[in-house]
């Protein structure tokens, strides 16, 4: 048994191919193109296919994803956040401590999201296709705080409110897998909506997303007890329309 692990390694090293953390999928520049290619098409069809958009963000980040790192690492939370790595799960939060947090809170408000939108933090896929090690983290991260991102912008997951936090979420990362969402994602919506987007929530989100600080630099695990309106005022989110 040995031996076969040894010749799959040295197979693996012939071909260039290193697995940098468990469930990475090496590729070439051709395969992500395919890749991004299958993935944008099948997201555009169904944007509830959320493997579909996990795939189109690892394959086409590659320029975003560096300058988030970026950012991190020269904001002091951002930085303590890529050395600790932190994770938003089921395993890792309190929910019966976030239950208890006083309303408006962001614990207390995070949970009422999840809970009232029926959605878990355990459905965020895991990073398979970025070949680096800590942007693989990077973007598990914007994975992870997506439904914060909900709950301070106090957007529901509705077609309407996912296009809402895709163009603010677009402004804020660059990556184009929130730019498609943001751009092909109201095509979906009625024309009452679609009027409602375009005059007031669009807007709302662009000049949110451009006068906010960067999201990944706030450690949300340690502002549980921090009101949502104090932690919008202090990351620059505009209060919604």
Not at 44 to 57: E, F, I, Q, S
Not at 131 to 137: I, P, S, V
């Amino acid at each position: 048994r040995g031996g076969e692990e040894e010749k799959e390694e040295e197979e693996e090293e012939e071909e260039g191919c290193y697995r940098l953390y468990p469930g990475h999928i090496p590729t070439s520049p051709l395969q992500k193109a395919l890749l991004a290619a299958g993935s944008a098409f099948m997201a555009l069809y169904d944007p509830y296919r959320h493997d579909m958009v996990a795939v189109l963000g690892e394959t086409t980040g590659c320029l975003a994803l560096p300058n988030l790192r970026d950012k991190m690492k020269h904001h002091p939370e951002g930085y303590r956040i890529l050395q600790e790595r932190p994770r938003i799960r089921l395993s890792t939060l309190d929910m019966a401590r976030l239950r208890g947090l006083p309303d408006g809170t962001l614990g207390r408000e995070y949970v009422r999201f999840l809970e009232d939108n029926k959605v878990s933090p355990d459905t965020r896929m895991p990073p398979k296709f970025v070949d680096d090690e800590e942007l693989a983290y990077v973007i598990q991260r914007y994975r992870e705080v997506h439904d914060l991102m909900h709950t301070l912008l106090g957007m529901p997951t509705n077609m309407l409110g996912e296009v809402v936090v895709k163009w603010f979420e677009a402004i804020q990362t660059g990556l184009p897998m929130c730019v498609l969402g943001a751009a092909f994602g109201p095509v979906r919506l009625s024309t009452r909506k679609l009027q409602v987007l375009a005059t007031e929530l669009v807007p709302w989100a662009i000049r949110s997303g451009r006068n906010a600080s960067c999201i990944l630099n706030v450690y949300y695990e340690q502002r549980w007890e921090q009101p949502v309106e104090s932690l919008r005022e202090e990351i620059g989110i505009f209060p919604p329309p």
